[in-house]
């Protein structure tokens, strides 16, 4: 989490909503990550986690991340809760949860469904506050200017 804090802030610093992923391999070890970069990218699907997951599926040549961990500062959206369930990680772990957009437990709960026939198992709340107070600085020095 704390690479993926540190990607956060990188995001944040190129004027992008400062969210940060990591992909861990099934040993832990970091696979890829990933900031936020929509604006850059001028893509609407430039979000930490489907860069992260793209990166580490080409690094390992294939799409399925089965074993891998996806360790990302904001509960991820629905678009990246259901790219992580089809990338077919073991685990999504998360810090601040998105009581506004959130689809791994908030808004909506996408990775566990019971009708999916994979389910990756969910850590929520790691570094929550950092991770929340990350986007909190970021939302706050936009407004004063
Ligand atoms: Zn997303």
Known sequence: MRLA??????????????VGAVVLDPLGEVLSMAGNDRESAADPTAHAEVLALRRAAAL????????????????????????????????????????KGGAVGSLW?????????????????VLAEECGEVLKRFFATRRIR
């Open 109 to 125: 709960d996408v990775v566990r469904d019971r009708r999916l026939n994979h389910r990756p198992e969910v850590v929520m709340g």
């Open 5 to 18: 804090l540190a990607e956060a802030a990188a995001a944040g610093a190129r004027g992008e909503i400062p």
């Open 60 to 99: 390992r040549g294939q799409w399925r991340l089965g074993g891998c961990t996806l360790v990302v500062t904001l509960e991820p959206c629905t678009m990246c809760a259901g790219a992580a369930v089809l990338a077919r990680v073991d685990r999504i772990v998360y810090g601040a949860t998105d009581e």
